[in-house]
Protein backbone atom coordinates (compact mmCIF):
# COMPACT_ATOMS: atom_id res chain seq x y z
CA UNK A 1 0.00 0.00 0.00
CA UNK A 2 1.46 3.33 -0.88
CA UNK A 3 0.26 5.34 1.14
CA UNK A 4 0.39 4.30 4.52
CA UNK A 5 0.00 6.60 7.15
CA UNK A 6 3.09 6.39 9.88
CA UNK A 7 2.59 5.99 13.03
CA UNK A 8 5.13 6.75 15.79
CA UNK A 9 4.56 4.69 19.74
CA UNK A 10 6.35 5.49 22.48
CA UNK A 11 6.66 3.38 25.96
CA UNK A 12 8.50 4.22 28.96
CA UNK A 13 11.47 2.14 30.92
CA UNK A 14 10.69 1.18 34.33
CA UNK A 15 11.25 3.65 37.05
CA UNK A 16 9.81 4.01 40.87
CA UNK A 17 7.44 1.68 42.39
CA UNK A 18 6.86 0.27 38.37
CA UNK A 19 9.18 -2.46 37.92
CA UNK A 20 7.37 -3.42 35.30
CA UNK A 21 6.04 -0.38 33.35
CA UNK A 22 2.92 -1.31 31.74
CA UNK A 23 3.00 1.84 29.25
CA UNK A 24 5.72 -0.24 27.52
CA UNK A 25 3.68 -3.46 27.97
CA UNK A 26 0.81 -2.56 26.27
CA UNK A 27 3.11 -0.95 23.68
CA UNK A 28 4.86 -4.19 22.66
CA UNK A 29 1.21 -5.68 22.98
CA UNK A 30 -0.18 -2.66 20.53
CA UNK A 31 2.98 -3.94 17.83
CA UNK A 32 1.52 -7.32 18.16
CA UNK A 33 -1.79 -6.70 17.43
CA UNK A 34 -0.78 -3.98 14.06
CA UNK A 35 -3.34 -1.24 13.14
CA UNK A 36 -3.88 -3.14 9.93
CA UNK A 37 -3.00 -2.53 6.22
CA UNK A 38 -3.33 1.22 6.40
CA UNK A 39 -0.55 1.94 9.27
CA UNK A 40 2.73 1.40 9.44
CA UNK A 41 4.11 1.08 13.23
CA UNK A 42 7.08 2.02 14.42
CA UNK A 43 7.44 1.68 18.14
CA UNK A 44 10.32 2.93 20.81
CA UNK A 45 11.01 2.45 24.58
CA UNK A 46 11.81 5.81 26.18
CA UNK A 47 13.61 6.42 29.53
CA UNK A 48 12.75 8.11 31.95
CA UNK A 49 15.59 10.58 31.74
CA UNK A 50 14.78 14.50 30.76
CA UNK A 51 17.83 15.10 28.59
CA UNK A 52 17.24 11.59 26.70
CA UNK A 53 13.99 12.30 26.11
CA UNK A 54 15.51 15.79 24.91
CA UNK A 55 17.56 14.63 22.14
CA UNK A 56 15.61 11.44 21.33
CA UNK A 57 12.02 12.96 20.22
CA UNK A 58 13.45 15.12 17.82
CA UNK A 59 15.63 12.86 15.64
CA UNK A 60 12.57 9.79 16.14
CA UNK A 61 10.68 12.22 14.60
CA UNK A 62 12.86 13.45 12.02
CA UNK A 63 13.62 9.99 10.93
CA UNK A 64 10.17 8.20 10.68
CA UNK A 65 8.23 11.33 9.75
CA UNK A 66 5.06 10.17 11.25
CA UNK A 67 1.65 11.57 10.85
CA UNK A 68 0.90 11.06 14.16
CA UNK A 69 3.21 10.06 17.30
CA UNK A 70 1.01 9.10 20.53
CA UNK A 71 3.34 8.69 23.97
CA UNK A 72 2.08 6.35 26.06
CA UNK A 73 2.65 6.37 30.35
CA UNK A 74 1.86 4.73 33.24
CA UNK A 75 -0.12 6.25 35.93
CA UNK A 76 -0.83 4.48 39.15
CA UNK A 77 -3.42 6.72 39.79
CA UNK A 78 -5.33 5.70 36.53
CA UNK A 79 -8.08 3.27 36.60
CA UNK A 80 -9.08 3.87 32.89
CA UNK A 81 -7.13 4.56 29.88
CA UNK A 82 -6.92 8.05 30.06
CA UNK A 83 -6.57 10.25 26.90
CA UNK A 84 -4.54 13.59 27.89
CA UNK A 85 -5.54 16.91 25.49
CA UNK A 86 -2.39 19.40 26.92
CA UNK A 87 1.48 19.17 27.44
CA UNK A 88 2.72 21.78 30.00
CA UNK A 89 5.82 23.72 30.01
CA UNK A 90 6.35 23.97 33.53
CA UNK A 91 6.30 22.52 36.94
CA UNK A 92 9.05 19.55 36.75
CA UNK A 93 10.71 19.01 39.92
CA UNK A 94 10.39 15.36 40.06
CA UNK A 95 13.68 13.79 39.73
CA UNK A 96 14.38 11.34 36.55
CA UNK A 97 16.02 8.07 37.17
CA UNK A 98 19.36 9.37 36.66
CA UNK A 99 18.55 11.95 39.81
CA UNK A 100 18.14 14.96 37.78
CA UNK A 101 15.32 17.61 36.69
CA UNK A 102 15.72 20.78 34.68
CA UNK A 103 17.27 23.91 36.52
CA UNK A 104 14.95 25.23 34.65
CA UNK A 105 12.03 23.26 35.68
CA UNK A 106 10.22 23.55 32.53
CA UNK A 107 10.71 21.97 28.74
CA UNK A 108 11.57 25.12 26.66
CA UNK A 109 12.88 28.37 28.21
CA UNK A 110 10.26 30.87 26.53
CA UNK A 111 8.17 28.73 25.09
CA UNK A 112 4.14 28.54 25.48
CA UNK A 113 2.43 27.07 28.81
CA UNK A 114 0.64 24.48 27.29
CA UNK A 115 0.22 22.97 24.06
CA UNK A 116 -2.83 21.70 23.00
CA UNK A 117 -2.95 18.16 20.79
CA UNK A 118 -5.11 18.73 17.48
CA UNK A 119 -6.67 15.98 18.04
CA UNK A 120 -10.00 16.27 20.00
CA UNK A 121 -9.66 13.83 23.29
CA UNK A 122 -13.47 13.97 23.78
CA UNK A 123 -14.59 12.88 20.32
CA UNK A 124 -11.80 9.62 20.21
CA UNK A 125 -13.03 9.20 23.62
CA UNK A 126 -16.70 9.27 22.63
CA UNK A 127 -16.59 6.53 19.76
CA UNK A 128 -13.58 4.28 21.37
CA UNK A 129 -16.71 3.87 24.87
CA UNK A 130 -19.31 2.87 22.08
CA UNK A 131 -17.43 0.36 20.23
CA UNK A 132 -17.75 -1.42 23.93
CA UNK A 133 -14.13 -3.13 23.52
CA UNK A 134 -14.39 -3.75 27.33
CA UNK A 135 -11.99 -1.10 27.74
CA UNK A 136 -13.39 2.51 29.56
CA UNK A 137 -10.89 5.72 27.88
CA UNK A 138 -11.56 8.82 29.66
CA UNK A 139 -9.95 12.50 28.97
CA UNK A 140 -7.84 14.21 31.44
CA UNK A 141 -5.62 17.72 30.60
CA UNK A 142 -3.08 17.54 33.57
CA UNK A 143 -0.69 14.85 32.43
CA UNK A 144 1.16 15.12 35.78
CA UNK A 145 4.59 17.41 35.38
CA UNK A 146 6.98 14.17 35.17
CA UNK A 147 8.40 12.81 32.40
CA UNK A 148 4.65 12.22 30.72
CA UNK A 149 4.20 15.27 30.32
CA UNK A 150 7.51 16.47 29.52
CA UNK A 151 7.47 14.36 26.74
CA UNK A 152 4.17 15.25 25.20
CA UNK A 153 5.29 18.66 25.54
CA UNK A 154 8.41 18.22 23.63
CA UNK A 155 6.33 16.05 20.79
CA UNK A 156 3.61 18.08 20.48
CA UNK A 157 6.28 21.03 19.77
CA UNK A 158 7.95 18.72 17.25
CA UNK A 159 5.11 17.41 15.74
CA UNK A 160 2.61 21.29 15.51
CA UNK A 161 0.11 19.16 17.52
CA UNK A 162 0.01 16.12 15.66
CA UNK A 163 0.93 14.05 19.05
CA UNK A 164 -1.16 12.25 21.38
CA UNK A 165 -0.65 11.05 25.20
CA UNK A 166 -2.40 8.04 26.60
CA UNK A 167 -1.95 6.76 30.51
CA UNK A 168 -2.31 3.53 31.42
CA UNK A 169 -3.02 1.85 34.98
CA UNK A 170 -0.61 -0.55 36.44
CA UNK A 171 -0.70 -3.59 34.82
CA UNK A 172 -3.84 -6.03 36.57
CA UNK A 173 -5.46 -2.53 37.82
CA UNK A 174 -7.51 -3.70 36.49
CA UNK A 175 -6.72 -4.59 32.65
CA UNK A 176 -4.21 -7.31 31.69
CA UNK A 177 -1.74 -6.89 29.15
CA UNK A 178 -4.18 -8.08 26.11
CA UNK A 179 -7.07 -5.67 27.27
CA UNK A 180 -4.37 -2.39 27.32
CA UNK A 181 -2.74 -3.39 24.40
CA UNK A 182 -6.58 -3.43 22.76
CA UNK A 183 -7.75 -0.38 24.25
CA UNK A 184 -4.53 1.18 22.82
CA UNK A 185 -5.41 -0.21 19.32
CA UNK A 186 -8.76 1.40 19.49
CA UNK A 187 -7.67 4.75 20.43
CA UNK A 188 -4.94 5.07 18.07
CA UNK A 189 -6.84 3.72 14.84
CA UNK A 190 -10.04 6.67 16.09
CA UNK A 191 -7.05 8.95 16.56
CA UNK A 192 -6.16 8.24 12.89
CA UNK A 193 -9.78 8.40 11.96
CA UNK A 194 -9.82 12.05 13.87
CA UNK A 195 -7.22 12.90 11.44
CA UNK A 196 -8.25 11.84 8.28
CA UNK A 197 -11.77 12.75 8.67
CA UNK A 198 -10.19 16.73 9.91
CA UNK A 199 -7.67 16.39 6.79
CA UNK A 200 -10.56 15.97 4.74
CA UNK A 201 -12.92 18.60 6.38
CA UNK A 202 -9.71 21.72 5.33
CA UNK A 203 -9.52 20.07 2.24
CA UNK A 204 -13.28 20.66 1.54
CA UNK A 205 -12.47 24.18 2.67
CA UNK A 206 -10.43 24.55 0.42
CA UNK A 207 -11.56 23.66 -2.14
CA UNK A 208 -14.82 26.15 -1.38
CA UNK A 209 -11.87 28.90 -1.51
CA UNK A 210 -10.63 27.95 -4.58
CA UNK A 211 -14.40 27.77 -6.56
CA UNK A 212 -15.43 30.86 -4.80
CA UNK A 213 -11.91 32.60 -5.96
CA UNK A 214 -12.03 31.59 -9.32
Known sequence: MANKKKVLVTGFEPFGEHAVNSSWVAVQELERLGLGEAAELHVCELPVDYLAVQSILPSLWKQHQPQLAVH???????????????????????????????????????????????????????????SNIGVTVSVSEDAGRYLCDYTYYTSLHQGHGRSAFVHVPP????????????????????????????????????????????
Request: with cysteine; glycine share 8%.
Open 72 to 130: VGVSGLATSVTLEQFGHNKGYERLDNRSFCPASHCCMENGADSIKSVIDMHTVCKKVNE
Open 171 to 214: LGGPYSKTELGRGLQAVVKEMLNWLEADYTEEEQKDKKLCSHQL
